[in-house]
């Protein structure tokens, strides 16, 4: 199994920068892809994408969001932080079955 | 606009079964593969298993594959998941999703909540 890393909460000002991370234990790499995900998800809602093959935005998702990294590190970025937001955040990945991170949960200072 | 809505959880004893569908709208269902995901109380994700758009080909998350069964309709854009001999650790929402390209989880349906108690 491929088994995904995540911190569980991050706590950010309004208008700053919040980076969430995601490691993998083994690589997700694959002909030049990189098969890693982001979903958000807000409370009592399904889980919607944010990104995926690592930095790629999915459609109707603002540019505050961001993802890059390869192999077994990768980071969820969101600049500026908006209230709309706090959500808990979830990568997933697909380079062999699918498994999901733990989340972590973004708050507001 | 692109839909799924599943159906089908509620109460279940130990030992049982239960069957859950989800009605697909607004895209062409037979193009896509799809899958089901489910989140326990805690919140934690967990894959169950995909199916091929024609319904040839299923995978399976190895702790899930003796028990729960995937499969679909496509002429009437139903998903189906079939899950015997249920344990209290089933106890979850579950998602029917989407597949884009890559195995992104493009959309996904509003939930089925099952608890498994006696």
């Known amino acids: 199994d491929i088994v995904l890393t995540q911190s569980p909460a991050l706590a950010v000002s309004l208008g700053q920068r919040a980076t969430i991370s995601c490691k993998t234990n083994?690589?997700?790499?694959?002909?030049?892809?990189?098969?890693m995900h982001w979903y958000q998800q807000k409370p009592g809602q399904q889980p919607k994408l944010l990104i995926y093959?690592?930095?790629n935005l999915a459609s109707g998702i603002p540019a505050r969001f961001s993802g890059r990294g390869s192999g077994t590190d990768f980071t969820l970025t969101i600049d500026p932080v908006e209230a709309d937001d706090t959500a808990t955040y979830y990568c997933?990945?697909?380079?062999?079955?699918?498994?999901f991170g733990g989340g972590t949960k973004l708050e507001l200072k | 606009e692109v839909q799924l809505v599943e159906s089908g959880g509620g109460l279940v004893q130990p030992g049982a079964s239960l069957k859950l569908s989800c009605v697909a709208s607004?895209?062409?269902?037979?193009?896509?593969?799809m899958s089901w995901v489910r989140q326990t109380p805690g919140k934690t994700m967990e894959w169950i298993g995909d199916?091929?758009?024609?319904?040839?080909?299923?995978n399976y998350a190895p702790s899930l594959k003796n028990r729960f069964t995937i499969s679909r309709d496509n002429a009437k854009s139903t998903l189906y998941l079939q899950m015997s001999n249920v344990r209290s650790e089933d106890t979850a929402t579950y998602y029917c999703?989407?597949?884009?390209?890559?195995?992104?989880?493009?959309?996904w349906g509003q939930g089925a909540s099952v608890t498994v108690s006696s």
């Open positions: 997933q990945q697909s380079r062999n079955l699918r498994t």
């Open positions: 093959l690592a930095s």
């Open positions: 083994q690589n997700v790499d694959y002909y030049g892809n990189s098969y």
């Open positions: 999703t989407r597949y884009g390209s890559y195995g992104v989880m493009d959309a």
């Open positions: 199916i091929k758009y024609d319904g040839s080909y299923t």
């Open positions: 607004g895209f062409t269902f037979s193009d896509y593969w």
